[in-house]
T-cell receptor
Framework: EAGVAQSPRYKIIEKRQSVAFWCNPI?????LYWYQQILGQGPKLLIQ????????DSQLPKDRFSAERLKGVDSTLKIQPAKLEDSAVYLC?????????????FGEGSRLTVL | AQKVTQAQTEISVVEKEDVTLDCVYE???????LFWYKQPPSGELVFLIR??????QNEISGRYSWNFQKSTSSFNFTITASQVVDSAVYFC?????????????FGKGMKLTVNP
């Protein structure tokens, strides 16, 4: 079974530029998550989708971050304009069911460096 | 807000030593789930275990064991006879219900280095 696919693995941009990350979850997984992991910290949830609807985006900085999951399958996370503090690994995860009853499957992440 | 504390940030052991990773949590929920994830150098988090708040039985899986104690709000993880392949960052997490949705709240992680 194919795992969660993410691209690109690495991205270096200058502040105020824009960047987009792509995620393809495991086939059949209804729930998709984007997490931000700053160096030395645990992952922090940015947004959670159930199929193509947003369940939780309370910690998404909406003035610069946006995400969509068209057709309820793959998803894109965009940052525009980027700030230095956005340097982090962006992890995509998917699950079959609700988080507390099902395990999350994570991708390898997209590492963003903002200069 | 719910919280997960992993007091140790980094531990280094020699192969075959036993090592325990501590996790303390805070929650107001009566029903909740606790998790451990492993993050090897490749970056993806790998699910290790899920435990619900009503099940305080300890669990053993090979060299891994987990001790859940509600009285002290702790969910500790022990690796017996550690191996170099166990080197990774380990995260404890708590499921949090907020506004009708569930999400995982992670601790800051503990980096384990197992030396040959």
């Amino acid at each position: 079974e194919a795992g969660v696919a993410q691209s690109p693995r690495y991205k270096i941009i200058e502040k105020r530029q824009s960047v987009a990350f792509w995620c393809n979850p495991i086939s059949g997984h209804a729930t998709l998550y984007w997490y931000q992991q700053i160096l030395g910290q645990g992952p922090k949830l940015l947004i959670q989708f159930q199929n193509n609807g947003v369940v939780d985006d309370s910690q998404l900085p909406k003035d610069r971050f946006s995400a969509e999951r068209l057709k309820g399958v793959d998803s894109t996370l965009k940052i525009q304009p980027a700030k230095l503090e956005d340097s982090a690994v962006y992890l995509c995860a998917s699950s079959l069911n609700r988080v507390d009853t099902g395990e999350l499957f994570f991708g390898e992440g997209s590492r963003l460096t903002v200069l | 807000a719910q919280k997960v504390t992993q007091a140790q940030t980094e531990i280094s052991v020699v192969e075959k030593e036993d090592v325990t990773l501590d996790c303390v949590y805070e929650t107001r929920d009566t029903t909740y789930y606790l998790f451990w994830y492993k993050q090897p150098p490749s970056g993806e988090l790998v699910f290790l275990i899920r435990r619900n708040s009503f099940d305080e039985q300890n669990e053993i899986s090979g060299r891994y064991s987990w001790n859940f104690q509600k009285s002290t709000s702790s969910f500790n993880f022990t690796i017996t006879a550690s191996q170099v392949v166990d080197s990774a960052v380990y995260f404890c997490a708590l499921s949090e219900r907020e506004g009708g949705s569930e999400k995982l709240v992670f601790g800051k992680g503990m980096k384990l280095t197992v030396n040959p």
